[in-house]
């Protein structure tokens, strides 16, 4: 019973065996992997400790100044400079997907738009630090603003007017 065919069979039987123990999801097939995670620092640890720091160096690092001492860009000069951006703008993406996250999640409507276009906004810093494109890069942190603002403008619109109130001053 060493026969090539004999083996074949063999090894089909116990592949067949294996793929049927192994627990499926009955969509799509797959298996199904049991996540948990710890969720123990809030929306607001996220924003101001993880979140807000990235993007204020996103935005610190674009655009341009006019003042009495002149014009001056912002945006980075080495490649050290512009490598520090693409890191804060992966962190930005990656909080759009830490706010997603079950646990964090206020609702799965519009807080899912808004942590997508975060990650959206990220991402697309990402790629025009990279290409070192000025006027994209520029643009991505003009879309990571609106998404901000919205999101702002939605669930929490005291921080806005604590805003106003601030400017005004």
Same mark, same amino acid.
């Given at each position: $019973?060493?026969?090539?065919?004999?083996?074949?069979?063999?090894?089909?039987?116990?592949?067949?065996? /294996?793929?049927?123990?192994?627990?499926?999801? =009955? *969509?799509?097939?797959?298996?199904? !992997? *049991? #996540?948990?995670?710890?969720?123990?620092?809030? /929306?607001?640890?996220?924003?101001?400790?993880?979140? *807000?720091? &990235?993007?204020? =160096?996103?935005?610190?690092?674009?655009?341009? /100044?006019? +003042?009495?001492?002149?014009?001056?860009?912002?945006?980075?000069?080495?490649?050290?400079?512009? %490598?520090? !951006?693409?890191?804060?703008?992966?962190?930005?993406?990656? #909080?759009?997907?830490?706010?997603?996250?079950?646990?964090?999640?206020?609702?799965?409507?519009?807080? $899912?738009?808004?942590?997508?276009? $975060?990650?959206?906004?990220?991402? $697309?810093?990402?790629?025009?630090?990279?290409?070192?494109? *000025?006027?994209?890069?520029?643009?991505?942190?003009?879309?990571?603003?609106? !998404?901000?603002?919205?999101?702002?403008? #939605?669930?929490?619109? %005291? /921080?806005? +007017?604590?805003?106003?109130?601030?400017? &005004?001053?």
């Amino acid at each position: $019973m060493n026969s090539p065919i004999f083996r074949m069979l063999l090894l089909t039987t116990l592949s067949g065996l /294996i793929l049927s123990c192994s627990p499926q999801d =009955s *969509e799509s097939g797959g298996t199904v !992997v *049991e #996540s948990t995670f710890n969720t123990t620092l809030g /929306i607001v640890e996220i924003m101001s400790m993880v979140l *807000e720091p &990235a993007a204020d =160096s996103l935005w610190d690092n674009a655009g341009w /100044i006019e +003042s009495a001492a002149g014009y001056e860009e912002l945006y980075p000069t080495t490649d050290e400079g512009w %490598d520090y !951006v693409i890191a804060q703008a992966a962190v930005v993406a990656e #909080s759009g997907n830490l706010l997603a996250l079950p646990g964090r999640a206020l609702d799965n409507d519009a807080w $899912m738009v808004y942590s997508q276009g $975060m990650i959206d906004a990220g991402l $697309m810093a990402m790629d025009a630090a990279k290409r070192r494109h *000025e006027e994209d890069f520029f643009q991505a942190g003009a879309q990571l603003y609106s !998404v901000c603002r919205a999101c702002h403008q #939605s669930y929490n619109p %005291d /921080i806005l +007017s604590r805003f106003v109130e601030d400017d &005004a001053q």
